[in-house]
């Protein structure tokens, strides 16, 4: 595992996420560079849960080495889940599965040609025996990766479980406090 913060390099995010101290129980993997825009959706939000995470630039086509010597190395380097963004023929998120027994969600990032359906199509497409849990395309799909792998740390882990059930409160109350189109309580 090579970083435990994340640079950002996109308009969307200027500042870097780092990942909080420890054992990185999350791998957060994406194609290129260009991905941390989707991405760093999902780092934020572990972040915010105080979930420590290795965020990796691995390409299925251009690093295949780099890819299975990670995937096979990331349950004896302590991850428990592994979030994998990718673009295009998005091939990142099965090849990482077909080489690791951790959950593996994978994200769709939205590209210029097909706008990240091509993405879609490609995750979702797994063979029977080799599960990835299919997210929506772009940053909601990282988000929602992310909160996927909080709720299974949460399964044997009460902090993590507590601040679980306090976002979920959180968004309930914040419907619940406008719930008139058009017009918003504070």
């Known amino acids: 595992m090579s970083t435990q913060s994340a640079?950002?390099?996109?308009?969307?995010?200027?500042?870097?996420?780092?990942?909080?101290?420890?054992?990185?129980?999350?791998?957060?993997?994406m194609g290129s560079q260009?991905?941390?825009?989707?991405?760093?959706?999902?780092?934020?939000?572990?972040?915010?849960?105080?979930?420590?995470f290795d965020c990796?630039?691995?390409s299925a086509h251009r690093t295949p080495d780099r890819l299975?010597?990670?995937?096979?190395?990331?349950?004896?380097?302590?991850?428990?889940?592994?979030?994998?963004?990718?673009?295009?023929?998005?091939?990142l998120?099965?090849?990482?599965?077909?080489?690791?027994?951790?959950?593996?969600?994978g994200v769709p990032v939205k590209s210029s040609m097909l706008s990240g359906w091509d993405s879609l199509l490609s995750i979702v497409q797994m063979p029977k025996g080799v599960a990835v849990g299919t997210l929506a395309i772009g940053a909601a799909g990282a988000y929602n990766a992310a909160l996927l792998a909080i709720q299974i740390l949460a399964l044997h882990d009460d902090a993590i479980a507590t601040k679980l059930d306090t976002l979920r409160q959180?968004?309930?109350?914040?419907?619940?406090?406008?719930?008139?189109?058009?017009?918003?309580n504070s």
């Open 56 to 58: 990796e630039v691995v």
């Open 34 to 52: 260009s991905d941390w825009a989707t991405m760093s959706a999902a780092a934020q939000l572990l972040a915010d849960f105080d979930i420590a």
């Open 170 to 184: 959180t968004q309930t109350e914040t419907i619940l406090a406008s719930p008139t189109p058009g017009i918003i």
């Open 7 to 29: 640079s950002v390099n996109s308009v969307e995010q200027n500042s870097p996420i780092a990942s909080p101290a420890g054992q990185p129980k999350v791998g957060i993997i």
């Open 93 to 105: 998120p099965g090849m990482c599965a077909s080489q690791t027994p951790l959950p593996v969600f």
């Open 68 to 91: 299975f010597d990670y995937a096979k190395n990331a349950k004896g380097n302590g991850l428990k889940v592994i979030i994998a963004g990718a673009g295009g023929a998005a091939h």
